[in-house]
């Protein structure tokens, strides 16, 4: 390719939404273009980048035994009313309704996938069965930003496997888990396979697959003692020595009218003499479990619930005969279920609510002044919070989500009829089922993130994804004919030698072409001048590590594949 005849134009000014480097590089080097809040057009450099980034994970796939479909972006509502899903992902499902009926843009395809998957699967001698798709998902997120890292139309890599049993769902998935670090490997990630909450999409076993970053929204929990990672949703801490009960102290009540806040409870009760803070305040909020029932979650006032899988909190009308705001954890009905974090039992006596509007307790101590009927993990982990597992600490890093794998077991197939096998011995039973997503279109974001030059304003792209891998330039106040005819020889023969390669050919100054082939990104520069060729060599310049050597001009299509090789390499 040559620039004359590429479609680009740098742009020297960037939106003023583009607050990420990657954003503001994507956009400046003509990759990407706002339609609207959330959607993107890939212009011809970053659907080049995208299509080198399906191939890697078309090959990884396709390596690891799946088989490659197309499934539709529009899909019946009815199937996603049969698992429930059409309630549980309201808030960011997109409906289409249509003469011909109502419908979802598909922001995931497990439904999908058993209705196009089921009647290929009869009997046991069927499974397992592995494939995947690079399809268009739709989600409407309710706050886009970052431009690639968070839209609301998506590109998505998204696998799906079908067993007889547990362990050979076990075996399928780590086949989809080793592929998805050779992927991201190849890419030049570094992605930090962790322990993950199924959320929505359900299942047991998950990983999210998570690459450090200054503006990742997630974050996820590390050991450095013994490994352990799991994302902030999962990650537990281990146990804090609990200590005994304070036996020499009486529950006091305090009348704090207008506190209904931790932080404006503590001051009212400081400015009565108490001596408390918000770490000795404890966190009474009301949840209602999958059944209706309300249940009290207890946590120190400094720290941040996590709410249960199958609760949520309730709302003002479920408030009703509780004092919203000064709720504390004693005196409840047997009818009201008390939970709270071991953290609980770290302190001899808590301040919390009097479940009386207006007031508050002090000195309330566990099994004494209130009790509780269970005790599990409701708070999300700190830096600091001891390992679970050993007897290390853990520390939070800012991160993006990658990738995403679950084994599902029978979450769907347990209720769609047609989700069946038949055994060896004849019995109708529902196949166990894994799935696998990497968000295609984030990728070139989270690459850019992590490549972006010194000035951050361009991207020197791994030599596995780059649109170019080699720019060639002819440098000096005049261009000899010596000089042009050299570049034009070594573009084709690069070229032929399967390098993507870039010729800049067009009548404009040097330092303006150099300017716009960093934006364009390509990891090699070959840079042909009258003064180098005169000594029989060109400049090549390894812009990933910053330095420049001359190469005979019969030797630059060796050089250039050693380099490639070395850099892809060393990237992974």
Known sequence: MRTSELVFRSRREVPQDAEAASHKALIRGNYIRRLTSGVYSFLPLGYQVLRNIEHIVEEELDRAGASQLLLPALQPVDIWRATGRIDKMADVLFRVDGKSGSFVLGPTHEEAVIEAMSPDIESYRDLPKLVYQVQTKFRDEPRARFGLMRTREFIMADGYSFDIDRETMRQSYQRFYEAYLAIFARLGLQAEPVEADAGSIGGDVNHEFMVASSIGEDHFARCGDCGYQANIEAARAGAHPPVAVALDVEAVTYST??????????????????????????????????TGARVIALIPGDRTLKV???????????????????????????????????????????ASGANKEGHHSVGLRVGVDFEVDSFVDLVVVEDGDPCPRCEGVLSLVRSVEVGHTFQLGLTYSGVLPQARYRSFEGEELPYWMGCYGIGVTRVPAVIAEQYCSSDGDAVVWPVAVAPYVVSIVGVGATKTNEVTAVAAQLHESIGQSGVSVLLEDRNISTGVAMRDLELIGSPLFCIVGARSLAKGVVELRDRIHDQTIEVPVEEIVATIHTFSRDLASERR
Do not use: C
């Open 257 to 290: 009218p207008n506190a209904p806040g931790i932080e404006i409870a503590v001051k009212a009760l400081r400015d009565l003499g108490a001596e408390v803070e918000v770490g000795t305040m404890l966190k009474s909020m009301l949840l209602v479990d999958e």
């Open 308 to 350: 249960p899988h199958g609760m949520r909190l309730a709302t003002d009308a479920e408030m009703a005969g509780f004092a919203k705001g000064y709720i504390g954890p004693q005196g409840h009905s047997s009818e009201v279920r008390v939970i709270a974090d071991p953290l609980v039992l770290t302190r001899p006596s808590w």
